[in-house]
């Protein structure tokens, strides 16, 4: 099974801070790097797939990038709608795994 | 528009099964995998496995195997997932999820929440 390490487990920023949240995989998953914002209580909400494409509808603020084993998500300027949880999911392979997660919360 | 609507929460004793639906519309049903994932309280998502509704092909996680199954009822556009001899610690939510042709899931069921108590 591909194992996918988040980081950080959870981070606390400012309103309009740039935020980044990494994700490495235990081998090459090409680009099948899926990004998923999931708030209290709601299902997760998909942002960004196949490593960096953005989902319509979901702000350019965030941005994802990255290939193989090594991917970021990117937000550039925190939005107060911003805090949640993040999570990352390799599609590259069955058992589809997700990282931890990454809860944003305000400073 | 896409609408996953998964059927409401339920409480189950250990030992005991539960079934979970997933009433899709809004696409063709038989066109896409429905995948389950699972989520403890205040815990991670936990991928569980997928059917494809038009062949009622399933793929489990190795986790969750002989004690899932995933079957579908075409006439209805509705995915099911069983899971049995259930325990405290599956306590959880339960979400369905369209795979697109892309390979991620683009849609979401709102969620069912089981409850396993005694």
């Known amino acids: 099974d591909i194992q996918m390490t988040q980081s950080p487990s959870s981070l606390s920023a400012f309103v309009g801070d740039r935020v980044t949240i990494t994700c490495r995989a235990s081998?090459?998953?090409?680009?099948?790097l899926n990004w998923y914002q999931q708030k209290p209580g709601k299902a997760p909400n998909l942002l960004i797939y196949?490593?960096?494409s953005l989902k319509t509808g979901v702000p350019s603020r965030f941005s994802g990038s990255g290939s193989g084993t090594d991917f970021t998500l990117t937000i550039s300027s925190l939005q107060p709608e911003d805090f949640a949880t993040y999570y990352c999911?390799?599609?590259?392979?069955?058992?589809?795994?997700f990282g931890h997660g990454t809860k944003v919360d305000i400073k | 528009q896409v609408q996953l609507v998964q059927s409401g929460a339920e409480v189950k004793k250990p030992g005991a099964s539960v079934r979970v639906s997933c009433k899709a519309s809004?696409?063709?049903?038989?066109?896409?995998?429905i995948h389950w994932v699972r989520q403890a309280p205040g815990q991670g998502l936990e991928w569980m496995g997928w059917?494809?509704?038009?062949?009622?092909?399933?793929e489990y996680a190795q986790k969750f195997q002989g004690r899932v199954s995933m079957t579908r009822d075409t006439s209805t556009s509705t995915a099911y997932m069983e899971m049995s001899s259930l325990r405290p610690d599956d306590t959880a939510m339960f979400y369905c999820?369209?795979?697109?042709?892309?390979?991620?899931?683009?849609?979401w069921g709102q969620g069912t929440l089981v409850t396993v108590s005694s």
């Open positions: 999820a369209r795979l697109s042709g892309a390979y991620y899931f683009d849609h």
């Open positions: 081998q090459s998953i090409n680009s099948y």
């Open positions: 809004g696409y063709t049903f038989t066109g896409d995998y």
């Open positions: 999911q390799q599609s590259h392979s069955t058992p589809f795994t």
């Open positions: 059917i494809h509704p038009n062949t009622g092909g399933t």
């Open positions: 196949l490593t960096s």
